[in-house]
């Protein structure tokens, strides 16, 4: 059976799940479930370190893959927005744009745990300054994901057909998920309590609502890669 031409965009579709498989795969070989808490000494920053040495290593090799899956969701997201009548390239640059810088904070803290982890002969001090911006930067970095949210929402709310590409309901739906990000632009303020890093909110429902969006467009970006297309009156040429 050879490639279908649709092969293409379902696999970048498929790859927001697999975005979030990396982002969290290594994180229990790590002992990061729950992540360790920021009011933790150095010392014990570095014993967590040595102990799960191994994990934090190979989890950190896994979470950079998502710099490949997130951008491939991304540009799927893109084409389907594009066959909607009427969307300004101004959107479908920004949801783009949005996307793959997300893609690229969602990474970047891969790098960092790999750098922590790289010379844990250092002063603990060194080693807990670097823990701290690891996690910030794990936590904190969602506001181009806000960018990639409100041109998709947008778009959405564009295609006035009868039978939408995509239903105007998921338009509310993804920006109500993103309202869970929001508590850990705190997280460098506090060392415990709900929107710390480790925190209920900054780290377990921003997580889940993170992941519940990108499953949920992920699934109607599926599917509407299998719809035939329809003019801006909705009649089938």
Not at 34 to 46: A, C, G, M, N, T
Not at 53 to 80: C, D, H, N, R, W
């Amino acid at each position: 059976m050879g490639i279908t031409r649709n092969a293409f965009d379902k696999f970048a579709a498929l790859c927001g799940p697999l975005a979030i498989l990396f982002f969290f795969i290594g994180l229990p070989g790590a002992g990061w479930l729950p992540p360790i808490p920021p009011s933790r000494s150095p010392e014990r920053v570095v014993e967590h370190y040595k102990s799960h040495e191994t994990g934090i290593k190979a989890g950190s090799a896994l979470m950079t893959f998502v710099g490949f899956f997130f951008p491939m969701y991304t540009s799927a997201i893109s084409g389907q927005l594009s066959r909607i009548p009427g969307v300004p390239t101004t959107v479908l640059n920004a949801q783009l744009l949005g996307g793959c810088l997300g893609g690229l904070f969602l990474c970047l803290p891969a790098y960092f745990f790999a750098a922590t982890a790289y010379r844990l002969e250092r002063p603990p001090e060194l080693t807990q300054l670097l823990n701290d911006v690891s996690w910030i930067l794990f936590a904190m970095p969602f506001a181009s994901l806000l960018a990639q949210d409100l041109a998709f929402s947008y778009a959405i709310l564009l295609d006035r057909r009868p039978r939408p590409l995509f239903p105007r309901w998921l338009s509310f739906v993804t920006t109500g998920l993103t309202l869970t990000f929001w508590p850990a632009i705190g997280v460098h303020c506090v060392r415990s309590g709900a929107v710390a890093w480790n925190g209920g909110l900054a780290f377990w429902t921003a997580g889940v609502g993170g992941g519940v969006q990108i499953i949920v467009i992920s699934i109607f970006v599926w599917k509407a890669i299998d719809r035939i297309d329809l003019p801006a009156n909705g009649s089938i040429e």
